[in-house]
Nanobody
Framework: VQLQASGGGLVQAGGSLRLSCAAS????????IGWFRQAPGKVREGVSC????????YYLDSVKGRFTISRDNAKNMMYLQMDSLKPEDTAVYYC????????????????WGKGTLVTVSS
């Protein structure tokens, strides 16, 4: 399965973006989905995760209340709604999923998409 993230761009602080991630095949059997990001000069970090196995979700503390993860199995899509964006959210964002993960947070993803750049101006 291949993943392709899209929806990044340049936005002013306080604005919103919705990232999308399209899978080339069915995502039904992939219980954990996640979004990660990597800012320049920094290590990659987990932003959000959702498990259809146990219903758990995870959000990085700095994005809680602003970001929402979701999936649409019928469309083989996952999303990250990002509101009230801040300059510190600037990063390349990656989608990922795992067939074997059970609960969130989860980092040992099986498939990764190419990133999409989000730039938040102050």
């Amino acid at each position: 399965v291949q993943l392709q993230a899209s929806g990044g761009g340049l936005v002013q602080a306080g604005g919103s973006l919705r990232l999308s991630c399209a899978a080339s095949g069915s995502i039904l059997g992939y219980y954990v989905i996640g979004w990660f990001r990597q800012a320049p000069g920094k290590v990659r970090e987990g932003v959000s995760c959702a498990s259809s196995s146990d219903g758990s979700t995870y959000y990085l503390d700095s994005v809680k209340g602003r970001f929402t993860i979701s999936r649409d199995n019928a469309k083989n899509m996952m999303y990250l709604q990002m509101d009230s964006l801040k300059p510190e959210d600037t990063a390349v964002y990656y989608c990922a999923m795992s067939r074997y993960g059970v609960t969130c947070p989860y980092y040992d993803m099986d498939y990764w998409g190419k990133g999409t750049l989000v730039t938040v101006s102050s």
